[in-house]
Structures are given as C-alpha cells and as structure tokens.
C-alpha cells in the first residue's frame, strides 16, 4: 500500500508541477479605451446665392468674376445691377477644422443656352468658433460672344467635412 500512496503522491507532484510551469508563463495587463465624439458638421446656405446680376454681351466672349468682395466685368461687356457671393454657414464641434470643397465648375443654362462659370470658395479650410463658421463662393462666368439673351440658371454643390 505504501507504493500505492508514493507513486499517487508522484502523480500529484508532477500534474502540480506541470499547471505550476503553465500559470508561471501567463502574463495580463491592460489598455485603456478611448473616443472622441464630434457633432455631425451641417453646412446651410444664408439665402445669398451666387448671382452676376444682369450683363449686357459684346462681340467677343468675356467673363464675369463676382467675389465676396465684389465684381469686375470683361471687356466688352456691361455689368449692372445687384450681384452677390453666395453665402454659407457651418456648424459643429467648437475649436474643429473643416475643409470646405465646392464643384469646380458649373453650367447656367436658359433653354438651349448655356454657360459655365468656374466656381470658387473664399476658404479651404476653416476652424469652428463658438461651434460655427461662414463662408462665400464666388465664380468667374464665361460669357461668349453675343451671347443669347435669356434669364440663366444652376447650381452647384459644397461639401464641408471634419479635417
């Protein structure tokens, strides 16, 4: 009985061996987690579009170039009345910068007519203040000569996305 007992004590010190040497080489540590949750970015026109006010054509093809601050007429042509910069405002998370695209270009038609103006944002990128932030697209119309008469319109696309 004796050997009994020794070879079952055997046993047990080599499984306790055996699960020791395994616990001895597990090791644990930890890591923290994060996220950082911005407000969804919303972009709105202000009610300013982007308008060349009305144009008298020439002879030969010219442009039109209207900014927030103002508007230069081509040779050949006469610029009047009211004109303006489309306006934009975007808001979202405080002290974020945003970048501010906007379609390269555009075409005005009037029935059959058209035109293309190249289309241009005062800004690329802007930092929210207070969680907003405005902006102005202006554009360079190409008018061709003797361009056909006719109320032209279109539009364009801007985007505004967390940098």
Do not use: W
Request: glycine residues 14%; negative net charge; hydrophobic residues 40%.
């Amino acid at each position: 009985m004796t050997k009994l007992i020794r070879a079952a004590l055997a046993s047990s010190v080599l499984v306790a061996s055996v699960t020791g040497a395994n616990a001895a080489h597990a090791a644990t540590t930890s890591a923290d987690a994060r996220a950082n949750i911005l407000q969804q970015v919303t972009v709105a026109s202000d009610g300013s579009d982007l308008d060349f006010g009305t144009i008298v054509t020439g002879a030969a093809a010219s442009t039109v170039s209207v900014s927030a601050g103002g508007r230069a007429c081509g040779a050949g042509l006469v610029c009047s009345g009211s004109f303006s910069a489309a306006g934009f405002d975007v808001s979202g998370t405080d002290g974020e910068t945003v970048s501010v695209a906007s379609d390269p270009s555009g075409t005005l038609n009037s029935g059959s007519n058209s035109m293309t103006a190249n289309i241009v944002s005062s800004v690329s990128t802007m930092t929210l203040t207070g969680g907003v932030g405005s902006f102005n697209v202006g554009g360079l119309l190409n008018v061709g000569a003797n361009q056909a008469d006719g109320a032209y319109t279109g539009t364009f696309n801007v985007t505004v996305n967390y940098n």
